[in-house]
């Protein structure tokens, strides 16, 4: 199957700070990449979609200043996390859809904001 | 109501069992059923997907759908401790290739004993 990557898989950093994730489909072109969000025990959380060369599209409830989406090329999409706050740590998991529509998943980012 | 509801576990089962993993969905306008497999700490995995109603086998897993009931399955034969992960099943309206997303359960957490 298609592999998708994510880095780095796992990021501290301190409370005001900004981090950036990225997200690659590594043997296909993605038009189309999608951030979750994942807590504990819990199901997948869409937070955006991400269409390569156009603003993503945010869900309801999610912050657009807050989580910065680039989808800068076909195998690309970067999530930056900016000013993060201990409530934003989470595990952030990107897919990315690949031309005959099938989601691929990348390995996840675990991210802790102390 | 959820959309997509499932039970969240854990299911403990000895090596060798048949493992029957369920979630039910309340919006008529899906039509394609897919199933996750998420080990600890990393991003889901497909494992399978159907489309409509009926049956699909692929070695030792069994994927059902009956849409009559808004209820789908995933079967898993002779299981292995290495099938121990969270199964998510996730549904999406329209065709394949729609834009509609991907609505995800909360996940079944398995764990299958040597």
Same mark, same amino acid.
């Given at each position: ?23 690659? +489909? !590594?043997?296909?072109? $993605? /038009? ?9 025990? %819990? +199901? !997948?959380?869409?937070? $955006? /979609? ?9 869900? %309801? ?54 | ?114």
């Amino acid at each position: 199957g298609a592999v998708v990557s994510q880095h780095p898989s796992r990021v501290i950093c301190k409370s005001g700070t900004s981090v950036k994730i990225e997200c690659r +489909s !590594l043997d296909f072109q $993605a /038009t189309t990449m999608f951030w979750y969000r994942q807590f504990p025990k %819990q +199901s !997948l959380m869409l937070m $955006a /979609t991400s269409n390569e060369g156009s603003k993503a599209t945010y869900e %309801q409830g999610v912050e657009k200043d807050k989580f910065l989406i680039n989808h800068a090329s076909l195998t690309l999409s970067t999530l930056t996390v900016t000013s993060a706050h201990p409530e934003d740590s989470s595990f952030y998991i990107c897919s990315a859809r690949d031309p005959d529509y099938e989601q691929y998943f990348g390995p996840g980012t675990r991210l802790t904001v102390t | 109501q959820k959309e997509v509801e499932q039970d969240p576990g854990p299911l403990s089962v000895p090596e060798g069992a048949i493992v029957s993993l369920n979630c039910t969905y309340s919006n008529s306008a899906f039509q394609y059923f897919m199933w996750y497999r998420q080990y600890s700490r990393k991003g889901p995995e497909l494992l399978m997907y159907t489309y409509s109603s009926g049956n699909k086998e692929d070695g030792r897993f069994t994927a059902q759908v009956d849409k009559s009931s808004k209820y789908i399955s995933l079967f898993i034969r002779d299981s292995q401790p290495s099938d121990s992960a969270t199964y998510l099943c996730a549904m999406k309206k329209g065709s394949m290739d729609s834009s509609y997303k991907l609505i995800f359960g909360s996940g079944t957490r398995l764990l299958v004993r040597p």
